[in-house]
Each structure stands twice: as structure tokens, then as C-alpha cells.
């Protein structure tokens, strides 16, 4: 990717962070958005914490990825697994991103050409595929669960029962 988008992902960094939290927490209900958007403090609101700092170290560690950046990730999904979000929905938060940048790049005039722009897309598709198989896995590890909690409560209805 270009240095010339890095530095405008990087100068641009607080607005673009801020546009994509506030695109990310309008997918939550209208009863859940009046406290989310509003309360900032992450002990009232750890969900919009949480969202906050993830996006936040995804962009200053986009280029060069890493581990703060997988932890990130990690943070981010599994909010979004705990979620009653559809996985596209879910995932749909990787893509936003393309766009901000996009509104950036026009509203600040600056060119980028056709090989900065599928570096850039290429970088964001292979973040989504990372996203998918972290979320993928927490929603397993939730759904598992719920198995075991049911086995569990059959288990001990049929021992009170004497079966």
C-alpha cells in the first residue's frame, strides 16, 4: 500500500475512528443505541469501550499489522459474536472502512492510483477473512456452551427424576 494512504489513514486517524464507531453503533437497536452513543464512560458502556480501543489499534498498526493488530481483532469479534448480529452484519464493520477512507480521500483531494487503491481493498479483504475466523470461533465456542449447559440440566433432571 502507498505511503501516500497511510498518511492519510494516519493524519486523519480521530475522525476517521469516530465515523467508524458511530456507523458500527447505529447497527444496534434504537433502545441499545440511546445508552451506547451517548454514555462514554467504559465502565457504564464496556461495549463502546471495547469497540473504541479495537478500531483504534486497528488503524495505527494497518500497515504493519502484528500482534497489537491480531489482538485487535480478537477484541473486536468477540464483542461482535456476543451480539445478535447476522455474520454479515457482523463482519460488514471491515468493509465500513473502505468507504470512510474513500469520503476521506475526496473530501482531502488527494490522488491515489489504481495499484494503491487493490493494495489498500486487498489489505482490508484479508482483515475481514482474519475477523471471520476469530468471530467464527468465538460463536462456536458460545454455541458449544449452550450445548453443554443443556446436556447438564438434562443430566441433572434425569438424576432428581431417578432415571
Known amino acids: ?97 473502505k468507504e470512510i477512507v474513500r469520503e476521506f480521500t475526496k473530501k482531502t483531494g488527494v490522488g491515489f492510483n489504481a495499484k494503491d487503491w487493490v493494495e489498500f481493498n486487498s489489505a482490508i479483504e484479508t482483515m475481514t477473512l482474519e475477523a471471520f475466523d476469530c468471530y467464527s470461533a468465538h460463536r462456536e465456542k458460545i454455541y458449544q456452551l449452550k450445548v453443554d449447559e443443556s446436556k447438564n440440566k438434562a443430566f441433572m433432571l434425569l438424576k432428581k427424576a431417578g432415571i
Open 1 to 97: 500500500m502507498s505511503n501516500t494512504l497511510n498518511i492519510l489513514i494516519t493524519k486523519n486517524q480521530d475522525q476517521i475512528l469516530e465515523k467508524w464507531l458511530s456507523l458500527r453503533l447505529s447497527f444496534f437497536s434504537k433502545q441499545k443505541q440511546s445508552l451506547i452513543m451517548t454514555q462514554k464512560d467504559q465502565f457504564q458502556n464496556p461495549i463502546r469501550h471495547q469497540l473504541q480501543e479495537g478500531l483504534k489499534d486497528i488503524l495505527e498498526n494497518f500497515e504493519k499489522k502484528g500482534e497489537k493488530f491480531k489482538e485487535a481483532l480478537e477484541q473486536i469479534c468477540r464483542i461482535l459474536a456476543i451480539q445478535d448480529f447476522p455474520p454479515s452484519k457482523a463482519m460488514a464493520l471491515f468493509y465500513e472502512l
